[in-house]
């Protein structure tokens, strides 16, 4: 799957958030957008996931996203998103994850045994098969992301786009989430705040200032002190140790 | 899978009790009948044959057994009409009365019975009109409310709606010269089953009916709405278009049951919130379970609403506001709580 953004530039009000940004996210790789707050990060990534139009400027495999249906673009692409907006808390584990499944069915038709195979296989595998009755607003905060994240499993996508999804998340269910994304297999494309995550677990890294892309490459060509300095406007040390990129440390 | 054997299980104990109640509500009534009697003229249902007393046929076939069937039909629209609501604003406190639904469907009615609204469509112009100002009222509060997800600025705007249409309705009512013919302003504001006969149950079984089938077609497309409206879309959800297809769907059947019974309040409230704890918020089993259970509720009130003060009939909207008064103060109450906390 190949993601392509061309010339995309937005405006809301009076204020450019875009301006021209090209990117390409392609390969079963897990791409990481960074940058300072108010870059653009979201609102590239919500072009993305379709909750702004891109007036013919993303492409999915040379298609050009605002003529994909939302059904047949819900199956090659998922989105787990940085505030879910799960207020109804009588739904259950199962409820939830099933929904995933939802752009595989036809009007009139049923959740069926094949997607029952599929909900069984996903929520076994990420230890949430003993939880599967459990109302939602019971579980810890880290259960709760194990069921979002299968939510976006069951769609069986290509893509998975994260914003921020370690916020608010502390280490040990970051260090989770990360093991889940690898084991997905797909292209993902993750906006994050936390560098050093980026740098570990990004095969590509895009950094955005002020609403352009202002760099592109792997973890080690873009954390370099002197790259950063100009993103964040700071001086933050960046070292090498045993092969492993640390920075702000 | 276990739950969905206890939700089985639940549904079969509300129907069985949806029937007795039917079965024993035909018994109480300002003219006590005995069993054998009511036995016999049920015999004679089915076997055909004429009873010997006409008038205690006539009390059980055309008044009480119409209007027990319309208490449980009325009973159950008016359930499934609040979980939709409350599906599609993302508020447990929605309900057609509270959001005034149910109000504009009285003015919509009052207004065809007195000014002739919609003369050119002979029977159907009641519930017409009824239906266009029902879908009126929802589609102003849903359009004030635009993308706040605030349950005090949702129930605050459905109260205003609601106060402008019960005003038009007593207006309207006040304006016509025939009392009769506009039936009375507390009528249409409490609510009554009284009067109700077979062409009225027809309608709303036709209702009944159509609301069912359509919660069960897109029972998919609710399950996700109540995930929140961008990650349905996200999912692949036509979010717009189901949004307004629910709308028309519950707007014309609480229209249906406002046209013949007037506003009967919170039913679509009480009923949703139980069966929520009991039976989840999955609309498969949450639908069909308070269907059920809004039937058994609504023959039960209705039948003390008109047996308690008798001769005296209460309206159905006292006794249903009654009970129903206490649980919405009980969810705002929660609601406000958990957003201190």
Redesign the interface.
């Known amino acids: 799957m190949k993601i392509e953004v061309k010339n995309l530039s937005f405006q809301a009000g009076e204020k450019q958030i875009l301006r021209q940004v090209s990117a390409v996210f392609e390969g079963n790789r897990i791409y990481g957008i960074i940058g300072p707050n108010g870059s653009g990060k979201t609102t590239l990534l919500r072009h993305l996931?379709?909750?702004i139009p891109s007036r013919g400027c993303v492409f999915a495999d040379g298609c050009d996203i605002s003529r994909i249906?939302?059904?047949?673009?819900?199956?090659k692409?998922?989105?787990m998103?940085q505030h879910?907006?799960?207020?109804?808390s009588?739904?259950?584990v199962?409820?939830?994850v099933?929904?995933?499944r939802?752009?595989y069915?036809k009007?009139?038709s049923?959740?069926d045994s094949r997607d029952e195979e599929i909900l069984r296989r996903i929520l076994t595998e990420n230890n949430l098969w003993d939880l599967r009755?459990r109302?939602i607003d019971t579980l810890s905060g880290g259960e709760l992301q194990r069921v979002m994240i299968s939510r976006c499993f069951a769609?069986e996508p290509d893509v998975i786009l994260l914003d921020e999804p370690t916020n608010h998340l502390d280490i040990r269910h970051k260090l989770e989430l990360m093991q889940m994304l690898r084991g997905f297999g797909g292209l993902v494309i993750m906006t994050l705040h936390d560098l050093n995550l980026a740098a570990s677990d990004c095969d590509h890294i895009y950094v955005m200032k002020d609403g352009q892309i202002a760099g592109s490459g792997e973890p080690e060509e873009i954390f370099q002190r002197d790259l950063l300095q100009d993103i964040y406007d700071a001086s933050i040390p960046v070292h090498v140790w045993e092969g492993r990129i640390f920075i702000g440390v | 899978m276990?739950?969905s054997r206890k939700n089985l299980l639940l549904c079969l104990i509300l129907a069985a009790g949806v029937l007795a109640v039917l079965y024993g509500m035909l018994f109480v009534g300002s003219v006590p009948i005995a069993g054998g009697e009511v036995r016999q003229i049920l015999a004679g249902l089915v076997t055909g044959k004429k009873p010997d007393n006409g008038n205690l046929y006539n009390l059980i076939v055309y008044v009480r057994m119409p209007r027990l069937v319309l208490n449980l039909l009325a009973g159950a629209i008016l359930s499934i009409a609040g979980i939709l609501m409350q599906t599609l604003t993302?508020n447990p406190l929605a309900e057609p009365y509270v959001l005034g639904v149910s109000s504009g469907a009285s003015t919509g009615a009052a207004g065809a019975i007195v000014f002739h609204w919609f003369s050119f469509l002979h029977g159907g112009r009641v519930f017409f009109s009824a239906f266009v100002f029902s879908f009126i009222a929802i589609a102003l509060v849903l359009l004030l409310q635009g993308r706040s997800?605030s349950s005090l600025r949702l129930v605050l705007t459905g109260m205003g709606v609601s106060a402008f249409f019960q005003a038009a309705t007593t207006l309207i009512v006040y304006l016509s010269r025939d009392e009769a013919q506009a039936r009375s302003a507390q009528f249409w504001i409490t609510g009554s089953f009284s009067g109700s006969d077979w062409s009225d149950v027809r309608m709303a079984a036709a209702a009944a009916a159509v609301l069912l089938v359509f919660a069960r077609?897109f029972?998919?497309?609710l399950?996700?709405l109540?995930?929140?409206?961008?990650?349905a879309?996200?999912?692949?959800?036509?979010v717009a278009a189901v949004q307004i297809t629910v709308i028309a769907f519950a707007s014309f059947a609480v229209s249906v049951i406002v046209a013949q019974s007037g506003i009967v309040g919170f039913v679509g409230l009480i009923i949703p919130h139980i069966m929520?704890?009991l039976a989840?918020?999955?609309h498969r089993w949450l639908i069909r379970s308070s269907a059920l259970a809004g039937a058994l509720f609504l023959i039960v009130a209705d039948t003390v609403a008109r047996t308690a003060f008798a001769p005296q009939e209460l309206p159905i909207g006292v006794m249903t506001a009654f009970t129903g008064a206490p649980v919405f103060l009980f969810i705002i109450h929660r609601v406000y709580h958990e957003d201190r906390s």
């Open positions: 996931y379709r909750q249906s939302p059904k047949t673009y819900a199956r692409v998922a989105v998103m879910q907006e799960l207020t109804d009588d739904l259950r199962y409820d939830v099933r929904t995933g939802y752009p069915k009007l009139f049923s959740y009755e109302r769609q | 276990m739950k993302h997800t077609v029972e998919k497309e399950d996700l109540l995930l929140g409206k961008n990650t879309a996200q999912t692949g959800l036509n929520r704890r989840g918020a999955g």
